[in-house]
């Protein structure tokens, strides 16, 4: 046996030698394969860099809803409030139902894409309207992605037959927030002053519309000079301006119970009253002595805190929507302008540093961008800003242009324009942020200093 | 013995990784080239439209809008009287609607109706009614500078100068290997097709900032040989909602400007146009 062990022992050493040098050398090969691997560059593939576009608004077709018996005629109805509101934003183009090669039996089985993508659609919206054994309407819909062919959402709807227009705008804010990200605005309502009679004597009343112009109301009577309305943020309250016997008051109506308070009666005259964003104070200008300075109020406590207290006019006050900021316009400088200062008044600075005089800010609820009036070379002109005063840019100018409001998402904006001659008077107009969007808005009469609402809840 | 074998293998795998690490610094030295190049290209490809981007760079210098080009404002008519007022403030109730009972309706899609192949019928083109008494702006419409269109302000005239914006605008090309003039004629190409076909977030917040990165993979034909992926799918979730509606906007700008046109010869190789990386930034057009 030992004899053997000792045959085999050279044999032994030979292997291990060999077997450490194979080791050896794979180590040292797949080095050198990885080195060079590293050294090779990987096989591109061409890279582009796409920085022209175009802001062409975006093919849709909305079919009429599908509806059998007393609610047939809704089922068009609603498809025609949905075109109206997408076309109005400008960033759709609905397509017309007479170009619709597929007519739809049921919205439940998927479209022949093919047929949609013919009429250049790039998203379908169909729908059907269907009365309930309980007597409530259920609507529903589904949005499609005509070229990726897919469901983009479903959604339906309770309620009762006769608010099938507020279904339609929710809707429409669906398929918005669906394609461009950003809640819609549809189901919103305006409140604004109401104004009839001859150009001297202006009987001015608080009316309300939904933001399509539909369904408009009063809420005053016209015997007390009503201003500058302004919606709270976060509910279905507005804060306004009226005049009785020459003594103004802050108002706080809540416009769905219709019950209304006056906040207070301050001496000498009160301007511009604003809800904070959590709807708990009251911002606005006193005039005291020769001067206006800003104030806020607090609705439960009814403390008032001076939050600016020079020898100047500041007005015009807006909160920042986290409410950490202030924005108002002050003529501490020598002219008119916007200045931005913490909501505890400190840090206050100048923003705006264009030519003409700037006035009326209104921060955007989105708060990327403050909007304002400008006077330059006789015109006015609505126009944004960033809140550093940068990315200054007019967005509509003409003769007299003046209290815009923004849209909750903070895409387009609402503001009333004057018109010359005895039997001028003002209208309300919307803009979006591109500039070429503007459209008239249809309100009863004269209208005047518009407040866009939140999205109603 | 065995000792002096480990040191010099440590040595000889030190030595690997030093090569290791240091080549790859010497391939950066070339980007320094890039700016000249698409000057050169230009007389070297016809294909390429550097030529009348350079132009059209130049032709922003002019205000795009006066003041009397602004769309003429409708005067708004007197409208019929206001109705009688109410004697109080009345409340103005919104009916509710169910919304939480409001279902997403699931996606049937093995209800699929089998698509039937039938020839398109033609589509009268009819003229859209024109709802809104406001007019709209007839002004032809110049894509490549959305942000002087944006800035309507009078009183404020660019002072840009012309050949500074021209070379920012060749240097947008510096990704498409300007070594390579196949590739700048692709690129060209493809770029000049995509334009028609995408629309930017303008007005989205942060719109400068949604740029999108996404492979296309494309046949012979110019069709997709399959959907395309973006680069970053996990953004889609973390983006939020204005990064979605950026990135689907850009598939479906993708999808509908199939095929493409591109020079067949360049198909395959190493620069050939089967799969392509691209970067949608709208930075430039709103001027971020």
């Known amino acids: 046996m030992d004899g053997l062990a000792k045959d085999l022992m050279p044999t032994r050493y030979l292997l291990s030698a060999f077997h ?6 794979s180590m040292a090969a797949a080095l050198i394969l990885l080195a060079v691997m590293m050294a090779m560059p990987a096989r591109a593939a061409i890279q582009i860099n796409i920085t022209q576009g175009n802001v062409d608004p975006l093919p849709i077709a909305i079919t009429d809803f599908l509806s059998a018996g007393p609610e047939a005629k809704v089922g068009t109805d609603i498809s025609t409030v949905i075109t109206n509101d997408l076309e109005r934003s400008g960033l759709f183009k609905p397509l017309n139902k007479a170009s619709f090669i597929e007519k739809l039996s049921d919205i439940n089985t998927q479209p022949r894409f093919g047929d949609w993508r013919i009429i250049n659609s790039q998203a379908l919206v169909t729908g059907q309207v269907r009365l309930e054994a309980d007597g409530r309407l259920r609507v529903e819909f589904r949005l499609w992605d005509v070229l990726g062919e897919t469901q983009l959402t479903g959604l339906q709807f309770f309620t009762t037959p006769d608010n099938w227009r507020r279904v339609a705008h929710l809707i429409s804010d669906a398929v918005y927030q669906r394609l461009t990200g950003e809640e819609g605005y549809f189901d919103t309502r305006i409140v604004y002053v109401s104004e009839s009679g001859p150009k001297n004597k202006r009987v001015k009343r608080l009316a309300i519309m939904d933001q399509d112009g539909f369904n408009p109301r009063m809420l005053t009577n016209g015997r007390d000079l009503v201003l500058t309305p302004r919606f709270s943020p976060n509910s279905q309250e507005i804060t306004y301006l009226s005049y009785r ?27 511009a009253p604003r809800f904070s964003p959590d709807g708990q104070k009251i911002i606005m200008s006193l005039q005291r002595g020769g001067n206006s300075d800003i104030y806020t109020m607090d609705l439960r406590s009814r403390k008032v805190t001076r939050l600016t207290d020079t020898a100047a006019i500041d007005t015009s006050p807006s909160f920042s929507p986290d409410g950490k900021q202030v924005v108002f316009e002050s003529d501490r400088g020598g002219s008119q302008q916007i200045y931005v200062m913490n909501a505890d008044g400190s840090n206050q600075h100048r923003i705006s ?6 006035a009326t800010p209104v921060w955007s609820p989105r708060g990327d961008l403050i909007a304002f009036t400008k006077l330059i070379s006789g015109q006015f002109v609505i126009g944004v800003m960033r809140p550093d005063g940068t990315g200054d840019r007019v967005l509509t100018e003409g003769y007299h242009n003046e209290g815009p409001t923004w849209s909750p998402n903070g895409r387009v904006l609402m503001f009333f324009r004057e018109t010359r001659g005895a039997q001028g008077g003002p209208s309300l107009w919307s803009v979006d942020l591109t500039g070429y969007n503007e459209r008239l808005v249809t309100t009863v009469g004269f209208a005047s200093d518009p407040a866009w609402s939140p999205r109603i809840q | 013995m065995r000792g002096s074998i480990y040191f010099s293998l440590g040595m000889h795998i030190a030595i690997l990784l030093l090569a290791i690490v240091t080549f790859p610094k ?49 005067e708004p008519k007197p409208t019929p009287p206001a109705p009688k007022p109410e004697a109080k403030v009345e409340p103005v109730k919104s009916e509710p609607v169910e919304e939480e009972k409001a279902e997403l309706i699931p996606d049937k899609t093995a209800e699929k109706v089998p698509e039937k192949k039938e020839p398109p019928k033609p589509v009268e083109k009819k003229p859209a009614k024109k709802t809104d008494t406001a007019k709209k702006p007839t002004k032809s419409f110049d894509p490549t500078n959305i942000a002087a269109l944006l800035d309507k302000i009078p009183d404020k005239p660019k002072q840009e100068d012309v050949s500074e914006t021209t070379e920012e ?7 498409d290997d300007p070594n390579n003039p196949v590739t700048l004629a692709v690129s060209d190409a493809f770029r ?31 069709s997709l ?21 950026a990135a689907e906007g850009v598939i479906r700008a993708i999808r509908r400007c199939e095929p493409y046109k591109l020079p067949a010869d360049s198909y395959l190789g190493a620069n050939g146009w089967n799969r392509l990386d691209l970067n949608f930034d709208p930075r430039e057009m709103l001027g971020g």
């Open chain 2, 225 to 245: 040989a399959r959907p395309p992926e973006l680069t970053d799918r996990a953004r889609l979730l973390t983006g939020g909602p204005y990064y979605r509606a």
């Open chain 2, 26 to 74: 010497t391939r950066e030295l070339p980007s320094l080239q890039t700016r000249a190049l698409p000057v050169e290209l230009l007389t070297v490809s016809e294909m390429t439209n550097l030529k009348r981007q350079a132009k059209k760079v130049a032709e922003t210098k002019k205000p795009i809008i006066t003041p009397s080009e602004k769309p003429v404002k409708e």
């Open chain 1, 353 to 358: 540093f264009g030519s003409g005089r700037y």
């Open chain 2, 192 to 222: 000049a097709q995509m334009q028609k076909c995408w629309s930017i977030p303008a007005g989205a917040a942060n719109a400068e900032e949604l740029s999108v990165n996404i492979s296309v993979y494309l046949n012979l034909d110019g």
């Open chain 1, 20 to 25: 450490a040098a194979r080791q050896c050398l």
């Open chain 2, 169 to 175: 605008k060749a240097d947008a090309a510096q990704t």
């Open chain 1, 245 to 271: 016997n020459n003594n103004p008051r802050v108002y706080v109506l809540d416009i769905e119970t219709g019950q209304q308070e006056v906040v207070g009666e301050f001496p000498g005259m009160t301007f």
